[in-house]
């Protein structure tokens, strides 16, 4: 049985834009704005999304509606990236198809109609540590204005993760982490030379980078390098805002999209994306 197309708000407009990269190919990008962007003197924030999926599979498609209902509520404009995945695409390429959509953004944020020094990164899982990656490649080549937030939601952030997930419901185990850490590195993960924009989670200082907002879950595989991530923006002084939601897995707004604990969940996303 066919799933039903996604339900867009009337007030957004959503369109695929392509994006030539270095090496020739043309990135498609989803990009949502609200129908009356352009009709103020003032340019819009943006965030840039990244998906989840494992760096191995999905799409953008996965998120259409939830970003556009995100768009509609907060006036923000979207441009999630349907990056390149592993193991036909190893790393760099996933982070380099980021980090030419947020340039792009820069060079041509007077025609988007958005304000560069308001532009968020945002992802789930994978995609929150692509998103993680690109506020350390921006910080480290001093990008100029600075990206203003990350937005994460269970990032997967460190290649050397290997614990049994806790709880009955294993949405994503170990031996899954396994095979996609291997598949986008190309090598076995775990390794000392692992760099540490292929897995943030090795990060040994968060000075300089932007304000952290990140949400996890309890019987989730990442929370230990979540929570570890979180510690390192404390220990620099970086604003960093944490939601640990107890007795659920990762993945569970996917799962769940209408219950109560989602909603907040979505709803404490709203609420930092209209502080840019």
Known sequence: MKAPPPVIPDDVIFEIVKIPTEDGYQLPVYHYKKRDTGSSDSPSAAVLHAHGGGLITLTPEISIERLAHMVSDTGVQAFSVDYRLAPEHRYPTALNDCWTCLTWLH???RALRIDPARIAVMGESAGGGLATALTLRARDVNLSPPIARQILSSPMLDDRTNSEVPGAFKLWDAEDNLTAWTAYLGTIPGGEDTPVFAAPGRLKDAGG???????????DLFVAENLA???KFIEAGVEAECHLYPGLPHGFD???PTHSVTRKLEENRKRILKRL
């Open 229 to 231: 991530y979180v510690q």
């Open 209 to 219: 980078l932007p304000t952290l907002y990140l949400d996890t879950s309890q019987f």
């Open 107 to 109: 060079s041509n944020s």
């Open 254 to 256: 996917g799962l769940v």
